[in-house]
């Protein structure tokens, strides 16, 4: 038996390929229109951007760039200071330093030069009353504890191994 009009006759390869290579050349063309119109776009930017490079800036931008400038540089130099640990609260959580006191206790220097952050270094060093002093990490902590654990005779239900996997192996 054979069946008749059940079964989709399979497309040529040939016939596969000249569609492929049609629908590479759509793709192509949309593609190069596409950059065609960016293009025109960014060459009408250009032109006004040439323009306006030749009118004077104000000096009121001038002022206005400097501000924002002076603004991130204090925000970045805040950033550092926290960063370093600087006691700028009480342990309620109330405001013991501001950070207008912040800035001004603070070397003016860039946190994100070498030679800022040396200075910030020393300036820590020096001030050691500003900052929070630093405990012992939770790693050296949890290395004290299972140090003495290790003295223990071995147990069926206290297996040394079995702990140590159970604590850093979550």
């Known amino acids: 038996m054979e069946k008749q009009g059940s079964e989709t006759a399979p497309v040529a390869p040939e016939q596969a390929a000249v569609q492929a ?41 001038v002022a206005e760039v400097q501000r924002a400038a002076a603004r991130e540089r204090n925000t970045r130099r805040l950033q550092a200071a926290r960063d370093m640990g600087i006691d ?23 946190p994100s030069d070498a ?25 050296s902590i949890t290395a004290e504890v299972m140090e003495g654990f290790r003295d223990t005779p071995p147990h069926p239900l206290f297996n040394l191994n ?9």
């Open 21 to 61: 290579a049609e629908l590479a050349v759509a793709r192509a063309r949309q593609a190069e229109q596409q950059f065609a119109a960016e293009r025109e776009r960014l060459e009408a930017r250009l032109a006004a951007l040439e323009g306006r490079q030749s009118t004077a800036v104000s000096p009121e931008a």
């Open 115 to 139: 030679e800022g952050r040396a200075r910030l270094g020393e300036w820590q060093r020096a001030n050691p009353g500003l900052f929070r002093r630093r405990g012992p990490s939770l790693e």
């Open 162 to 170: 079995k702990l140590t996997k159970s604590v850093f192996h979550k």
């Open 88 to 110: 700028d609260r009480t342990p309620d959580g109330r405001v013991r330093l501001t950070d207008e006191q912040i800035l001004g206790l603070m070397p003016d220097v860039d």
